[in-house]
């Protein structure tokens, strides 16, 4: 990964708002954008996600604390001034925040909130879980066949981000972006627990298998 440094609140090592116009110079040079894993929630920070948002004419995926940044702010993602693709992966825990509602156990009810808040905020809406579920705007939604639980570990989001994001600089669709990325993601965890077993794999054991991936789907 190639680093840019960018001002931060008082040496706490979060971004400040103050970065806000060279963040956007930034993106200008590049074909899509990732936001959201490590960025932390601080309210500097916070303001920041939800400006470059509104604005931003790339394609984006946002995870994490990105996604956290629209706890109560969720019209901001309704009301975006550019109609550029927009793609958010919460798990159920940031779903709650963002949404205010908890996400059910029982499948056609999961998929219903996710075809409703899709269509509320405009944007493909990933679900992770088992399984997980994407969301278009028109009200399409989709199940993802792979994946298990040993993908229940820290960091295999930040992997699904990449792939996702990896996906909109080629040129893909918001939802086949992560129609895509959620599937090869659930691939090579299924992969690596083929040959690591499901109690051993942690998220890095994923970008591993992902040329596996490749190889059978080509």
Same mark, same amino acid.
């Given at each position: 990964?190639t ?10 090592g ?24 490590g ?7 916070? %303001? ?5 948002? +509104?604005t931003?004419?790339k394609? *984006? ?10 706890e ?29 509602e908890t996400?059910?156990? %029982? ?9 409703k808040?899709s ?7 990933v ?5 997980t579920l ?20 820290g ?28 599937f ?15 109690? *051993?794999? +942690? *998220? ?5 298998f ?7 789907? *080509?």
């Amino acid at each position: 990964a190639t680093t840019y440094p960018l001002p931060d609140v008082a040496k706490r090592g979060a971004l400040a708002l103050r970065g806000l116009g060279e963040i956007r110079k930034l993106i200008a040079d590049h074909d899509s954008v990732a936001i959201g894993p490590g960025i932390g929630r601080h309210r500097e920070t916070m %303001e920041l996600v939800r400006r470059l948002v +509104i604005t931003m004419d790339k394609p *984006a995926v946002i995870d994490a604390d990105g996604i956290n940044a629209f706890e109560g702010h969720t019209d901001v993602l309704s009301g975006r001034k550019t109609p550029s693709p927009l793609v958010l992966t919460p798990h159920p825990g940031e779903f709650q925040r963002l949404t205010g509602e908890t996400a059910p156990e %029982e499948i056609q009810e999961r998929i219903a909130l996710v075809r409703k808040w899709s269509q509320q905020l405009n944007c493909v809406l990933v679900l992770k879980g088992s399984p997980t579920l994407v969301g278009a705007p028109d009200g399409s939604v989709y199940l993802n066949p792979t994946g298990n639980n040993g993908m229940a570990c820290g960091g295999t989001g930040d992997v699904l981000t990449g792939a996702i994001g990896s996906f909109l600089a080629q040129g893909m669709s918001a939802i086949d972006a992560a129609v895509c990325g959620v599937f090869v993601h659930g691939t090579a965890g299924d992969l690596a627990a083929t040959e690591l077993t499901p109690r *051993a794999m +942690i *998220a890095g054991d994923l970008n591993r298998f992902l040329p596996d991936v490749f190889g059978v789907l *080509a």
